[in-house]
């Protein structure tokens, strides 16, 4: 659904624009929410790359945190990277690890 929403194909071109700007993420600097969705999820793996934007939507309970996230690398890489999880809802660095993982991936595969 996300990579519909980030192409256009979702719903009209204006309306998938419209879901971006709700989702972007600044994830530069610090937060002091540990949930802030640009700075709790796939935002803390794209800290100290020098760059990049971020679309996301973060989701957790007691037992799950999730993240469905959107991508542009500064090397122009742009992927949509989703992370479920179950029973890990308190290992907040689950999710950027796995961020981390894909983002060396892509970069040396270039």
């Known amino acids: 659904m996300l990579s519909e929403i980030v192409t256009g194909r979702a719903v009209t071109a204006q309306r998938s624009a419209r879901m971006m700007e709700l989702v972007q993420r600044d994830f530069s600097g610090t937060s002091k929410d540990a949930d802030d969705q640009g700075h709790g999820f796939t935002g803390i793996a794209l800290q100290g790359t020098g760059g990049g934007r971020l679309w996301s939507k973060a989701g957790w309970t007691s037992t799950t945190r999730h993240d469905a996230a959107y991508i542009e690398l500064q090397d122009g890489s742009k992927f949509v990277l989703v992370t ?6 308190n290992e907040r660095e689950i999710i950027p ?12 595969v270039k």
């Open 84 to 89: 479920f999880t179950t029973d890990h809802a």
């Open 97 to 108: 690890t796995v961020a981390r993982i894909v983002m060396n991936g892509i970069k040396n």
